[in-house]
C-alpha cells in the first residue's frame, strides 16, 4: 500500500540553527501538508500546498518556516532558525483531491525536533 | 471549520463493539464529517467520512443524525489495536480552508 515517508525519523538541534525535514508523498498525489503535535497536545494545521504554491496556512506558520516541492517528489519544511516552541513532532500529509468528498488525508509516520 | 463536540475518553472491553459520538450542532449544509484516528506514536489515520446517508467501510461504520448536528463512529468488534485517539472532524466541501482542524478527540481504551 503506498504510504508517506519523513526522514529523518528524529532530529536533535541546537536553538537558532536551521532545520529541513522532508517528506516523500504519495507519488500521484496533488495537494501537501504539513502538521505539528507538540507532546501532549493537539495534532495542529501548519500549511497546505498545490500547483507548486502554498495554498492555506496557519498563525504558525510565520516567516520562519517555508514550505518548498525541490524535484517533483520531496516536499520539504525549512524551520530557518530554530526556538525552543519548535520542539514537537511534525507529520506530513498529502491527498489526491481536495474538498471532502475525495479528501481523505494520508499522514506519515512523523519526525520528532527536539530543539536544545 | 464548525466545531465538534466529543467525550474526553471512553472504555471497551476487546471484541464487542463501540459507539462513539460527536455533536456538531453548528454543521452547515456543505459540511463532511471525518472521522480520523492516531494510534500511539503514529500519524493521523483516516476511518471514514460522509455527508448525509450512513458510510460503511472496512473499518468502520458512521452514523449520521437525520438532522446531522450529531454522529456515531461505529467499531463492530474493537481489538487492542483499535485503542486510539479518535477524531470527529468537519470539512468543507464548498472550497473553504485546506487544513483539517483537529480537537482534542476521544481517547479509546481497549479492555482484554
Known amino acids: 500500500e503506498p504510504e508517506v515517508t519523513q526522514t529523518p525519523s528524529h532530529q536533535v538541534t541546537q536553538m537558532g540553527q536551521e532545520v529541513i525535514l522532508r517528506c516523500v508523498p504519495i507519488?500521484?498525489?496533488?495537494?501537501f501538508y504539513w502538521y505539528r503535535q507538540i507532546l501532549g497536545q493537539k495534532v495542529e494545521f501548519l500549511v497546505s500546498f498545490y500547483n507548486n504554491e502554498i495554498s492555506e496556512k496557519s498563525e504558525i506558520f510565520d516567516d520562519q518556516f517555508s514550505v518548498e516541492r525541490p524535484d517533483g517528489s520531496n516536499f520539504t519544511l525549512k524551520i530557518r532558525s530554530t526556538k525552543l516552541e519548535d520542539s514537537a513532532m511534525y507529520f506530513c500529509a498529502s491527498s489526491f483531491a481536495r474538498g471532502s468528498g475525495g479528501g481523505e488525508l494520508f499522514f506519515g509516520e512523523g519526525s520528532r525536533l527536539t530543539v536544545l | 471549520d464548525a466545531k465538534t463536540t466529543q467525550p474526553n475518553s471512553m472504555e471497551s472491553n476487546e471484541e464487542e463493539p463501540v459507539h462513539l459520538p460527536c455533536n456538531h450542532s453548528?454543521?452547515?449544509?456543505?459540511?463532511?464529517i471525518h472521522w480520523y484516528r492516531q494510534l500511539p506514536s503514529q500519524g493521523p489515520e483516516y476511518v471514514i467520512h460522509?455527508?448525509?446517508s450512513n458510510v460503511n467501510n472496512r473499518m468502520a461504520s458512521l452514523a449520521i443524525a437525520e438532522d446531522r448536528k450529531s454522529s456515531t463512529l461505529i467499531l463492530h468488534r474493537a481489538t487492542l489495536r483499535d485503542a486510539a485517539v479518535y477524531y470527529c472532524i468537519l470539512r468543507d466541501a464548498g472550497g473553504g480552508a485546506d487544513g483539517l482542524t483537529f480537537g482534542k478527540g476521544t481517547h479509546l481504551i481497549i479492555q482484554p
Open positions: 460522509g455527508l448525509t
Open positions: 507519488s500521484n498525489h496533488l495537494y
Open positions: 453548528t454543521i452547515s449544509g456543505t459540511d463532511y
